[in-house]
């Protein structure tokens, strides 16, 4: 979010594009609201006019027909009755008519709508009542139609139901903020009190995004696709490592967390947002919980376009758009790990990429407050799309499209660390081996104490690798154990690593190191064995890339002085 | 924090607001001498200086700090 100043000084920026304009009318001080919203959406790229009418001059301003709103020839005008301003009214009745409140204004409001759909063109923007809660009964004035909370929230379900009957009247939702960031936050005594604004600066930059949410929705840039990635995004855990009986969904603990925020989704797409998935996985793999899972919200039927393959996220998103034939402004990329999140924002900076929250507990609330799918307009008909999508896929499923991502790699100023095991690192490299089944060529796997033996093993050559670049620290996330067969032989007895680092350098890095270590050590011959699995298919052909000879079926074999270095992206750090 | 190094960043705050690059400002700068100053960027002016300094100024602060003076005085009595 941005602050008011930042806001306030965007609110002065010249931009180019086609020109929209918007009257502001309010029962109170609506200046900074005027700035905050002119700020907002020039820095969403819209060039805005708006024009603020002074304080209080709602009715003069829309009874007659000559005034400075009318002749501004709006695009939009926001009608904000602040409640604060209500609430004083009400206090002044006289008790017996109390209880006419909420009809009295709704009627009122009515009245505005009919004015401006006289006299102008004009779209209406609807600012809706946030609560006051003066305690006259206590918590008995929830029930009682003499008190002020009584009338506001009828008034506000009276004006949903007269906005529902009125196509031309679009809700700006304060109220959704005032429970979102609360009325401490929301509301300043001393600014209202010193120049009758009922909101505080600190809250404008919400309100203001509101506003622009619908001005940027009415010239045609709604979020139509969410892009999803799946492990530790749609479920906890990884599915190829963890299978199936170990991701986190269902009722329990972090499952829960994951299954509402699937629940979420599966109302999107009965909204009209279309479901795609973009997963670092094999494909058969990646949907077997959409399948067998009986925890799954999200079953395949539900996802338009599902990719998932070892390709960078990048070029599965243009698939997915060009599947769609969909603009790329178009698609949120939802994604927990922040190389992906940072690979797709520098590639296809048009996608709307979120800063995921740490915790998975706090996807939904995050990405709900994000509020990417505002519409204004909505037909229950046509309201659910996914299938002419799934069948448009099926028809146009082509070649994958591939692209260059050499840039974005040197982009990241890899930095990688080869070590040998030691003590505080063995119960990480034993929970490794024990974990990972995709990167790894022969899925043996180790205990805590067999790590500690290799490491003290003088026929051994335990080594482990780290990653870090300019977004953050991957940690350990490769091992390596070589054995000694004979004097000049060394085999590689195990190679893992981690998915988060695969197709990104590392591989390339690690094997430097192994023939590095190999000659340092004496031996002239490396050779190593793949074991298939039915969950290492990624690795089949990593050796041969590599130039090992395979010299009988999955066992490879290479002379150090033939080998030819790999590594670009990755400096060593000493 | 001393009266010199609040009166800076209030001074800084105000230039920030007013976004004047021929205006000098002093602790004598005023509503009155300053034709920026208006009831507006006052305002802005306070909103800044809350968050500048994570305070919360009362209402007779704000509407009685009519100059730089008087807002460095408020704020120190927030420190």
Known sequence: ?574 | MDRQTVSEQVIEICNDVFDNDDLVLTEDSSMSNVEEWDSLTHLSIINDIEDNFNISLTLEEISNSKSLKQLVSAILNHL
């Not at chain 1, 009957?165 to 959704?176: A, F, G, H």
């Not at chain 1, 094997?511 to 050779?527: Q, R, W």
Request: overall charge negative; charged content about 25%.
């Open chain 1, 1 to 574: 979010m941005y602050t008011f100043k930042e806001l306030r000084k965007a609110s002065n920026v010249q931009i180019e594009g086609k020109k929209m304009k918007l009257a502001v009318l309010g029962n109170c001080s609506t200046q900074f609201l005027r700035i905050a919203i002119l700020g907002n959406a020039k820095l969403q790229g819209i060039n805005l006019d708006v024009f603020d009418a002074d304080y209080n001059q709602i009715d003069a301003q829309l009874l007659n027909n000559q005034s400075e709103v009318y002749a501004f020839n709006p695009d939009n005008i926001i009608l904000w009755l602040a409640t604060d301003k209500l609430y004083e009214e009400f206090l002044d009745m006289p008790i017996e008519q109390k209880t006419e409140f909420a009809d009295l204004y709704i009627e009122k409001i009515q009245r505005y709508w009919q004015l401006i759909n006289k006299n102008s063109e004009s779209k209406i923007l609807q600012m809706n009542f946030t609560e006051i809660d003066d305690k006259a009964l206590g918590q008995y004035s929830a029930k009682i139609e003499y008190t002020f909370i009584y009338q506001i929230r009828k008034l506000n379900w009276l004006l949903q139901q007269a906005m529902n009957q009125n196509s031309n009247v679009y809700p700006v939702d304060i109220l959704s903020i005032q429970t979102q960031i609360g009325q401490s936050n929301l509301y300043s005594s001393s600014f209202y009190y010193n120049a009758k604004m009922t909101v505080s600066p600190s809250a404008l930059p919400y309100i203001s995004k509101a506003v622009t949410d619908i001005l940027k929705s009415m010239s045609g840039k709604i979020k139509k696709c969410i892009v999803l990635d799946l492990d530790n995004t749609l479920w906890g855990g990884v599915i190829g490592d963890d299978g199936l009986n170990n991701i986190e969904i269902g009722e329990l603990g972090r499952g829960h967390a994951f299954s509402n925020f699937q629940r979420w989704l599966k109302q999107l797409k009965q909204m009209g947002i279309i479901l795609a998935v973009c997963s670092k996985n094999n494909e058969d793999i990646a949907k077997e919980p959409f399948e067998k899972h009986e925890d799954m919200i999200l079953k395949l039927d539900d996802i338009s376009v599902f990719i998932a393959n070892w390709q960078d996220k990048a070029s599965n998103i243009k698939e997915i758009q060009q599947n769609l034939n969909i603009g790329m402004d178009s698609i949120v990329f939802v994604d927990d790990n922040p190389f992906e999140r940072n690979l797709v924002k520098q590639m296809i900076p048009e996608v709307e990429v979120p800063e995921m929250p740490e915790d998975p507990a706090d996807y939904l609330n995050f990405l709900q407050n994000c509020n990417y799918f505002d519409v204004v307009s909505f037909s229950i008909k046509d309201a659910d799309r996914t299938k002419q999508y799934k069948a448009e896929f099926q028809r146009k499923k082509s070649e994958q499209s591939f692209m260059s991502i050499d840039e974005y790699l040197k982009d990241l100023q890899m930095i990688g660390s080869v070590s040998f095991f030691e003590e505080s690192k063995y119960s990480r490299i034993a929970q490794l081996t024990q974990r990972s089944n995709q990167f790894n060529f022969r899925t043996i796997r180790y205990t805590e104490d067999e790590i500690r033996k290799i490491s003290e093993d003088k026929n051994c050559i335990p080594l482990y690798f780290t990653l870090k670049d300019r977004f953050g620290d991957h940690g350990l996330v490769c091992v390596v154990i070589m054995k000694k067969e004979d004097d000049k032989t060394v085999f590689i007895d195990t190679w893992l690593m981690s998915c988060r680092v695969l197709k990104r350098g590392m591989e390339e890095f690690v094997v430097d190191n192994i023939i590095k270590m190999a000659k340092e050590k004496g031996f002239s011959t490396v050779k190593a064995e793949y074991i298939p699995t039915n969950k290492n298919m990624l690795v089949k052909d990593v050796y041969k890339k590599f130039g090992f000879k395979e010299y009988e079926k999955n066992k490879y074999i290479i002379n150090t002085d033939n080998y030819i270095s790999k590594n670009v992206f990755i400096k060593e750090e000493i």
